[in-house]
T-cell receptor, first 114, second 112 residues
Framework: EDQVTQSPEALRLQEGESSSLNCSYTVSGLRGLFWYRQDPGKGPEFLFT???AGEEKEKERLKATLTKKESFLHITAPKPEDSATYLCAVQAPGLTGGGNKLTFGTGTQLKVEL | DAEITQSPRHKITETGRQVTLACHQTWNHNNMFWYRQDLGHGLRLIHY???????NKGEVSDGYSVSRSNTEDLPLTLESAASSQTSVYFC???????????FGDGTRLSIL
């Protein structure tokens, strides 16, 4: 069974204080790892897809990296508007008709304070 | 801009009633999905569809059904609502099997 564990569950940072969020996974036949941002009362918003170990993606203050066992979301010099819950999901075979199943972690709730 | 619209955003109903949640997407995606999100659990797949007239069960499909009569809509029906189905429901769509899924803003459903 595919599993995704995110840590920490919650993280409080001061503005400008860089840190990393972790996503550990076990999966049979990884076909991609996704990072999403979720604001309160909203749906998950797609950030990145990583397909193979060693791959990195960047967007503004966020950088996602991938190894064979985990992914990190690095946040450099965060601002209050980066406050949100960050979700990680792994994609693997498992749906009828050849589709890929997404297994989500429970997220890291990030709060960035002035 | 393309989007996914879910309605209603909030609903309160009673156990035993039939409830239908709407999902409409303008991405023109063939693949559509329904998830539920509960505290302590990641998003869990209820049903999915690869195209018109196609529907498939996900990991938590008991008590739910979907129908796909056109590309844009995938309504989710709770046949006889139960308190265990109190949750936040999200609809999503994707262009391909391997591409990212795009989510609506959810329906918060309370069953009393």
């Amino acid at each position: 069974e595919d599993q995704v564990t995110q840590s920490p569950e919650a993280l409080r940072l001061q503005e400008g204080e860089s840190s990393s969020l972790n996503c550990s996974y076990t999966v049979s036949g990884l076909r991609g790892l996704f990072w999403y941002r979720q604001d309160p009362g909203k749906g998950p918003e797609f950030l990145f897809t990583l397909y193979s170990a060693g791959e990195e993606k960047e967007k503004e203050r966020l950088k996602a990296t991938l190894t064979k066992k985990e992914s990190f979301l690095h946040i450099t010099a965060p601002k209050p508007e980066d406050s949100a819950t960050y979700l990680c999901a792994v994609q693997a075979p498992g749906l009828t008709g050849g589709g890929n199943k997404l297994t989500f972690g429970t997220g890291t709730q990030l709060k960035v304070e002035l | 801009d393309a989007e996914i619209t879910q309605s209603p955003r909030h609903k309160i109903t009673e156990t035993g009633r039939q409830v239908t949640l709407a999902c409409h997407q303008t991405w023109n995606h063939n693949n559509m999905f329904w998830y539920r999100q509960d505290l302590g659990h990641g998003l869990r797949l209820i049903h999915y569809s690869y195209g018109v007239q196609d529907t498939n069960k996900g990991e938590v499909s008991d008590g739910y059904s979907v129908s796909r009569s056109n590309t844009e809509d995938l309504p989710l029906t709770l046949e006889s609502a139960a308190s265990s189905q109190t949750s936040v429901y999200f609809c999503a769509s994707s262009e391909s099997f391997s591409g990212p899924q795009h989510f609506g803003d959810g329906t918060r459903l309370s069953i009393l």
